[in-house]
């Protein structure tokens, strides 16, 4: 690694002002967050804590989909995937979690979804963090960073 990387497993205490800023709004919108738990409550298994539709941010474990292996922006606390049930990520014709099939149809708007101009996209776009139901081909609908990846 290098003299500026930091350890993928090391939590990122810059991003502790965005995420109050964005949960305070969410609160005050009321905007329901299913589950948050640390993803140790899952033994650190990515797939155990989306399958309980649990929303959560740190995570050292390496990016799930296509391209090389690297780590994901998880495991340096620059991220955060929210309600993944409603919010599915779409990767190769499969779902992740397989629940989230039943939230495919982004037009139906449904309470704890993410959508263009909803209340949780704005929340994190007023932080300059970016929303992974933009990305082309293969939308992550839970997932928002800081860095855009």
């Known amino acids: 690694m290098g003299a500026h990387t930091p350890a993928p497993w090391s939590q990122n205490e810059d991003a502790v002002p965005d995420l109050v800023h964005v949960f305070s709004r969410l609160y005050a919108a009321r905007f329901p967050i299913r589950r948050l738990r640390p993803i140790d409550a899952y033994g650190g298994t990515d797939e155990r ?4 539709d649990n929303t959560s941010a740190f995570n050292c474990r390496y990016v799930i989909g296509p391209g090389p292996r690297r780590w994901s922006v998880h495991a340096y606390g620059e991220a955060i995937d929210v309600n993944p049930v409603e919010n599915p990520y779409l990767e190769g014709g499969r779902v992740h979690p397989r629940a989230g099939r ?4 982004r037009a139906r708007a449904r309470p704890g979804m993410a959508f263009r101009g909803g209340v949780l996209v704005r929340a994190f776009a007023a ?3 970016q929303w992974g139901g933009r990305w082309a081909g293969s939308p992550d609908y839970q997932h928002f960073s800081s860095t855009g990846g």
């Open 102 to 105: 039943a939230y495919l149809d």
């Open 49 to 52: 804590s989306l399958d309980a």
């Open 127 to 129: 932080v300059g963090w």
